[in-house]
C-alpha cells in the first residue's frame, strides 16, 4: 500500500507519516525543501521523539521523498498511490493542486482505482478546499470521471508540534498526545484504514472544537504573550494575565460550541484542561513566532477567532476575550513573518478601522467591529505605557 503525502514538515514527518507507515504504508513524501527530500530518500527513515520525561522515540520506516518541483514525477507516485495526504499550510494547497490534478488525469487514464486525498491542515473543509483548487486544473469530462473514483474527505488534525532544532534535520520532537479524526461518510472502495485514526460521520463539531479551542487558546497565548515580550508559549503560560485571556476566550468559545453542538459541558471544561496542560508541557518548547504565524489568515472570517466570536455574538453570548484577541493579533508585529509584515504596513497605510474590515470581513457597522477596535486602542495605549517606563 502507497501512500503520497505532501509537506515533510514537523506535522508531516511528527504524524501523518508516523501514523501512515504504523498502518503498512509505504510514505513517499512531497517536499520542496532539498535537504529533507535528499535526506528522507537517502536514508529511508527518520526518527520521532515524544516531548515526554523519558523522551521516548519511534523510528519511522518504509520512507522515501521526491522532489515536489518535479510534476511528472509527483503525478506518476499519484498515480500509484493508494491514499493521498497533505500538511502544507492552507495557504499552499492552491500550489500543489496542478500536480494532484496531474496526477489524477494519469491515474484515470490507467482505469482509476479509488482514492482519497485528505488535506491535514488547520482548516475548516481543508480538503473540500484542496478540491475545489484541484477541479480547477481538471476538463469538465475528466471532473465528471474523477467524482467516480476520487474522494477529498475533511480532517481535524491535533499534535502540537514545534519548530525543530536538532543537528539531524529529520529528527522531529512532538507531543504525546494526538487526534486525527476523518469524515468517513466520503470514502468509498476498499480502504485501508489508517491506526489511531478516528472516523466519524460528521466532522464539523470536531474541526470547530478543535480549531476553536486549541487554535483558539494557542493563537492568544502567542499575541497576548508577544505583547508581554515572551518568546515562547511555555514562558506566556506563566503569566497570570496571560493565562486569564486564554481561559477567558475558551469559556466564550465553548459556551457557544456547547450550545451549537448539545456538547457536555462538563467533557467540555475537561478538554479545556488537557488543552491547557498541553500548552504548558514542560518538555516542549513552542515559540510564539510559530504559534502566531500567519495572523492574516488567522484574522480571517473562518478562522480561530472571527468564526467563534461571530457564532458566539449570534447566540447573545458576549465575547470580550476573543475581540481582545483579535486586537492582540493586529499588534503582532513580528518583521519575519510575512502576513505580520503585510498587517502592519496596511494599519500604518490605512489604519486599524480599514484593516478589521479588510481582514475580519466585520463591517464598520458591525458591533464586533466597534469592540475590536475599541481593545486594540486600549492595548495600544498600554503598550506605549509600558515602553515609556
Ligand atoms: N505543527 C503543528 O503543531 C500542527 C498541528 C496540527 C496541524 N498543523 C498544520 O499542518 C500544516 C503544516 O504545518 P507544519 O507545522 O508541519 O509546517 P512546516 O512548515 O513544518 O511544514 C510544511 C512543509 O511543507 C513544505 N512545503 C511548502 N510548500 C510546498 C509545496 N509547494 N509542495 C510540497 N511541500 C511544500 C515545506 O517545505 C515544509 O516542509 C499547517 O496547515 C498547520 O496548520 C500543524
Ligand atoms: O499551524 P497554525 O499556524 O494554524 O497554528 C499554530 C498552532 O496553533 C498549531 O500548529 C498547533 O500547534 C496545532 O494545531 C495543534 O494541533
Known amino acids: 500500500m502507497k501512500a503520497v503525502h505532501f509537506g515533510a514538515g514537523n506535522i508531516g514527518r511528527g504524524f501523518i507519516g508516523l501514523l501512515l507507515s504504523k498502518s503498512g504504508y509505504e510514505v513517499t513524501f512531497v517536499d520542496v525543501n532539498d535537504t529533507l527530500v535528499e535526506l528522507l530518500r537517502n536514508k529511508g ?12 522515540s519511534v523510528i519511522v520506516e518504509n520512507v522515501t521523498a521526491i522532489d515536489g518541483k518535479n510534476t511528472a514525477l509527483v503525478a506518476e507516485a499519484i498515480a500509484d498511490a493508494d491514499i493521498v495526504t497533505t500538511a502544507v499550510g492552507v495557504s499552499v494547497l492552491k500550489h500543489i493542486a496542478g500536480a494532484i490534478a496531474e496526477g489524477i488525469a494519469l491515474r484515470l487514464s490507467n482505469g482509476g482505482r479509488p ?45 502540537i508540534v514545534p519548530l525543530q532544532q536538532h543537528d539531524d534535520p529529520l529528527l522531529v520532537t512532538v507531543e504525546p498526545f494526538f487526534e486525527w479524526t476523518v469524515d468517513r461518510s466520503a470514502i468509498r472502495g476498499d480502504f485501508h484504514k489508517i491506526h489511531g485514526v478516528h472516523y466519524v460521520d460528521q466532522l464539523l463539531p470536531y474541526i470547530e472544537r478543535k480549531l476553536f479551542t486549541v487554535n483558539t487558546g494557542h493563537c492568544i497565548a502567542a499575541y497576548q504573550g508577544f505583547l508581554s515580550g515572551y518568546e515562547t508559549i511555555q514562558q506566556a503560560m506563566k503569566d497570570p494575565a496571560v493565562i486569564a485571556e ?16 448539545s456538547f457536555d459541558e462538563a467533557s ?7 488543552i491547557l496542560e498541553r500548552f504548558i508541557n514542560p518538555y516542549l518548547t513552542d515559540e510564539i513566532i510559530r504559534v502566531g504565524r500567519s495572523p492574516i489568515r488567522k484574522i480571517s472570517p473562518n478562522d480561530r477567532l472571527v468564526k467563534p466570536a461571530l457564532m458566539a455574538y449570534k447566540l447573545d453570548i458576549p465575547v470580550p476575550h476573543l475581540t481582545r484577541a483579535i486586537a492582540a493579533a493586529l499588534l503582532f508585529d513580528e518583521g519575519s513573518d510575512p502576513e505580520s509584515a503585510e498587517l502592519q504596513t496596511y494599519i500604518r497605510e490605512h489604519g486599524v478601522h480599514a484593516a478589521i474590515e479588510k481582514f475580519t470581513e466585520l463591517s464598520s457597522d458591525h458591533p464586533l467591529h466597534a469592540q475590536i477596535s475599541t481593545e486594540y486602542a486600549k492595548l495600544t495605549e498600554q503598550r506605549s505605557q509600558a515602553s515609556a517606563k
Open 115 to 159: 482514492l482519497p486525498i485528505i488535506a491535514c491542515e488547520n482548516a475548516i473543509g481543508g480538503s473540500t478546499q484542496l478540491k475545489h483548487h484541484v477541479y480547477e486544473h481538471l476538463s469538465e469530462a475528466m471532473k465528471v470521471q474523477a467524482d467516480q473514483t476520487v474522494v477529498f474527505p475533511d480532517a481535524a488534525v491535533d499534535r
Open 268 to 274: 467540555h471544561q475537561q478538554y479545556i484542561e488537557q
Open 246 to 261: 486564554v481561559k477567558g476566550a475558551l469559556l466564550e468559545s465553548g459556551a457557544m460550541l456547547v450550545k451549537t453542538y
Open 45 to 56: 527513515q527518520y526518527k520521532v521523539t515524544l516531548a515526554n520525561e523519558q523522551a521516548d
